[in-house]
């Protein structure tokens, strides 16, 4: 599976963006889909995660309330609406899949896109 992230760019402080992931080579109705970010300096973190059954969604502490997952299967396509954008959301936002049916950690996630840069301005 190709994944291919879109989206990102410079945003000042309470505006929004949303993140959109293209997937390529297989279905995206076969996976978990999820988005993490990596903000220079620290480790990766889960953002939000959208399982392969069920129509549940998981998000990280720092996405909930301000950020919504969601997919559209038929275009094969992940996004994240992003609202309310901090400068501490500065990061980079990387979409994967996971072939379990829940995964919220990096090591449950089997394909990766190469992300897309969010720049939040204060």
């Known amino acids: 599976v190709q994944l291919q992230a879109s989206g990102g760019g410079l945003v000042q402080a309470g505006g929004s963006l949303r993140l959109s992931c293209a997937a390529s080579?297989?279905?995206?109705?076969?996976?978990?889909v999820g988005w993490f970010r990596q903000a220079p300096g620290k480790d990766r973190e889960f953002v939000a995660s959208?399982?392969?059954?069920?129509?549940?969604?998981y998000y990280g502490d720092s996405a909930k309330g301000r950020f919504t997952i969601s997919r559209d299967n038929a275009k094969n396509t992940l996004y994240l609406q992003m609202l309310n954008l901090k400068p501490e959301d500065t990061a980079v936002y990387y979409c994967?899949?996971?072939?379990?049916?829940?995964?919220?950690?990096?090591?449950?996630?089997?394909?990766w896109g190469h992300g897309t840069l969010v720049t939040v301005s204060s």
């Open positions: 994967a899949v996971a072939k379990r049916n829940y995964a919220q950690c990096e090591y449950e996630y089997d394909y």
């Open positions: 080579g297989h279905s995206f109705a076969s996976y978990t």
């Open positions: 959208l399982p392969l059954r069920g129509s549940s969604t």
